[in-house]
């Protein structure tokens, strides 16, 4: 069993977190995602260790982030020309 090195990159670049670092397993394990609270203007969620159930973090969303989230690519209105659109 060979572990990865640890990762160079951002760890915060990526919104999912598919492991983190639980104290009671001392080990990074996979955790699972679980909506804790819900507040008008965003989402707590609780990331618990699959391991022990016990939660070794938190993320909070706010509608900001889900709008983005939820549009992916930035739209770019296509202008017809107006010339086409003259009779
Ligand atoms: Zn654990």
New binding site residues.
């Given amino acids: 069993m060979s572990n990865r090195p640890p990762a160079t990159q951002s760890q915060f670049k990526t919104l999912r977190a598919s492991s983190l670092y639980?104290q009671?397993?001392k080990n990074a394990?996979p955790v699972r995602e679980r909506l804790l609270l819900v507040l008008p203007d965003k989402e707590i969620y609780d990331y618990l260790?699959t391991?022990?159930?016990?939660s070794?973090g938190q993320r909070e969303v706010t509608n900001a982030e889900k709008i983005m989230a939820a549009a992916p690519a930035p739209q770019t209105p296509r202008r017809a020309p107006t010339s086409l659109l003259l009779p």
Avoid at 51 to 54: D, E, K, L, V
């Fill in positions: 639980c009671k397993c394990m260790c391991g022990c159930a016990s070794v």
